[in-house]
């Protein structure tokens, strides 16, 4: 039988713990790393300050320590936060990152959507990662 998207992300999320807006903000101030893996075009009209920037396409090139395209912030011993839009893209992209033996991942729940709904700060800027 075909497993559908939402079989898969039902899997992710049962697997990967998830986080609220105010205790990530609090994770990021004591050292753990927001991921955004949303597309540039997301990410430059609002993010989360100091989020780094990895769009879904490109996490695993910008996860593995080996890829000449690793980004230095992130390390398979760091805590991870994953943001995308709604907590669906985020979830997917933790469980890749567990099984390329990230060791302490979880998703923001309700994503970039919900940071902005309990009024958390974000900025703009314009992607420059790729």
Same mark, same amino acid.
């Given at each position: %039988?075909?497993?559908?998207?939402?079989? %898969?992300i039902?899997?992710?999320? !049962?697997r990967?713990?998830?986080?609220?807006p105010?205790?990530?903000?609090?994770?990021?101030? !004591?050292g753990?790393?927001?991921?955004?893996?949303?597309? !540039?075009?997301?990410w430059?009209?609002?993010h989360?300050?100091?989020?780094?920037?990895?769009?879904?396409?490109?996490?695993? =090139? =910008?996860?593995?320590p080996?890829?000449?395209?690793? +980004?230095?912030?992130?390390?398979?011993t760091?805590?991870v936060i994953?943001? @995308?839009?709604?907590?669906?893209r985020?979830?997917?992209?933790?469980?890749?990152?567990?099984d %390329?033996?990230?060791?302490?991942?979880a998703v923001?729940?309700?994503?970039f959507?919900?940071? +902005?709904? !309990?009024?958390m700060?974000? @900025?703009?800027?314009?992607?420059?990662?790729?």
């Amino acid at each position: %039988m075909t497993r559908t998207v939402l079989d %898969m992300i039902g899997e992710a999320r !049962a697997r990967v713990s998830a986080v609220g807006p105010q205790a990530a903000a609090e994770q990021a101030a !004591a050292g753990s790393v927001l991921l955004d893996v949303r597309e !540039a075009e997301e990410w430059q009209h609002g993010h989360i300050d100091q989020s780094v920037p990895a769009p879904r396409g490109l996490l695993e =090139f =910008f996860a593995d320590p080996t890829s000449p395209r690793h +980004k230095v912030a992130l390390e398979p011993t760091m805590r991870v936060i994953v943001v @995308c839009a709604s907590g669906a893209r985020a979830a997917l992209a933790a469980a890749t990152l567990q099984d %390329m033996g990230y060791t302490d991942v979880a998703v923001l729940e309700g994503g970039f959507n919900e940071w +902005k709904a !309990a009024g958390m700060p974000t @900025c703009e800027h314009d992607y420059a990662g790729i």
